[in-house]
């Protein structure tokens, strides 16, 4: 009797999770389904020039029965679900569906949109009742959940910020990326002009203007999430783990490949002339709107990242330090392949004067990023010591594994030579290419193995001073507080676990990061309670073990 009384509430527990994953992953299916028909019926609709039917029978039925079949399906189901999700609210499944549906209309309204815009610009008004169907329809579609997702009562708890962080993120791809072409289009006619005598021939200008569309729309949406809709504000994981990876991440390999082309033309304008002319400036124009466009969104996200939290702010230095290493041991591998090309030219008669041009340009763009990046010659705080540990032991161990994989290949090209009848060739011209690379990730593993080797020595002789008073805390707050748990991670160095108060806790309740500290002063323990939002503003409680 004991044990079936048992596993009734496992039953029971199960049951709710099960119907909502089958009711929402059923939901999910029958919007795309319904939307799909629609799309099709009024993509013939808008295409006034053809006959509704016309020879396709098979894709008209289609469309009718997806819309008039799967359209009530979907709305019948939603009104079952959304009777009942105010009390199911904070249910992954439910936020899972707002964030994936609202991501693929966000998507697909935004690309049908803007590429039918711009194909109309750029002189390619093919199959535009076509985008324009599916651009109205999803719109209309993202307006839907865009109100489920904001409603104040039954709006997702789970996964709530995914949707703001998502359109900031894909408004700024799309206004990055429409931007780079729409300049690129533009730099490129003029260097092509300059150094043809003739026209360019076709309107140079459509395609920049297309781009220009792509830009605008990226941009309209990045403000709209971004600033209008608070996610500059937001200080959750999610939206600094985007913030550091696509805004300091991908602008400043967008930025440092830009810079890195510009002077390896400039160079080679200067140096190395044994290309034609129109040759060595084919790569300008796309390096020049890299660049003109990834420093300033690169610039930006950084200074956004130093506002955050010491480890977002950290975090955002590290991955510029890792970018640039990598341009400037690029650089450095290169040039010793150049170097050891020169020593084998009597024999082979190569010109290894552009292979040290490409070296050089790379480690003069990244050399001086990662110094003031990294800052070699400041002491680290302790803080900053603990949280770079990941960030030295990973750039160690890809550095150590691909001079490992670099070794093996260097023996084997030697014995190779040495074993084997090679038609004469030289040695260096065999080996030079991963002789550099060695050299290169051999000196960046050594480095950082014996940086790692300092900070550890320097955390061991300051752990009687430095010992952490708190092992664990369990952080108790409500809906908002998501920054507290690394502020006070920052404060004790201890691991935060976040426990939700079910009951609603004002705004002015969450405290600052000076308040926190003050709090947890003195406190030794090692599992703490720390109570947001109770009578006293914050209550912190050492646990017995």
Known sequence: MSTGTRAAPGRSSAQPVLRRLIVFTLLFALVLIGAGGLTGLLGRLLNAGDVLVADDVTGLARSLAFTLVGGPLAALLWWVAWRRVESERSSTAWGLYVAGIYAVSLITAATALLGTAASLIGGDPERWSEGLARGLVWTGVLLWHHWMWRHRTRGPLALKDLPLVGGYIFGLVLAVGGAYWALAGLLDAAVEGSTSGGAIGVPWWRASLAALVWAAGGAGLWLAYWMRGGGRHLRTALSNVALVLFGVLGA????????????????????????????????????????????????????????????????????????????????????????????????????????????????????????????????????????????????????????????????????????????????????????????????????????????????????????????????????????????????????????????????????????????????????VLVIVGAVRGIEVIPLAG
């Open 252 to 527: 400043g390999l967008l930025t440092l490949g830009g810079l890195g082309t510009v002077l390896f033309v400039l160079l080679r304008l200067a140096f190395d002339r044994t290309d034609p002319q129109s040759a060595l400036l084919s790569p300008l124009a796309p390096a020049l709107a890299a660049a003109a466009i990834g420093a300033p969104v690169w610039v930006y996200h950084l200074r956004a990242a130093a506002t955050r939290a010491e480890g977002t702010r950290l975090a955002g230095r590290l991955v510029t330090s890792g970018v640039s290493l990598a341009a400037a041991a690029a650089g450095v591998g290169v040039i010793v392949n150049a170097l050891l090309a020169a020593l084998a030219s009597p024999v082979v008669g190569n010109d290894p004067r552009t292979l040290l041009l490409g070296g050089i340009s790379s480690l003069a763009v990244g050399g001086p990023v990662w110094w003031f990046a990294w800052r070699p010659t400041a002491a680290p705080g302790g803080g900053e010591r603990s949280r770079r540990r990941v960030y030295l032991v990973a750039v160690f161990g890809l550095s150590a594994l691909v001079a490992l994989i670099t070794l093996l290949v260097l023996g084997y090209l030697i014995f190779e030579f040495l074993l084997a009848d090679v038609g004469g060739a030289a040695l260096i011209e065999r080996v030079r290419a991963p002789l550099g690379l060695l050299l290169a990730t051999g000196g960046t593993a050594a480095y950082h193995f014996s940086v790692w080797r300092q900070d550890r020595a320097a955390a061991g002789g300051a752990a009687p001073a430095d010992r952490r008073a708190i092992g664990s805390v369990i952080l108790v707050a409500g809906a908002g507080a998501e920054p507290l748990a690394e502020l006070i991670s920052g404060i004790t160095g201890a691991g935060v676990t976040m426990w939700w108060r079910a009951d609603p806790t004002p705004d002015a309740a969450v405290p600052s990061g000076e308040e926190l500290a003050r709090a947890l002063d003195g406190v030794v323990g090692e599992r």
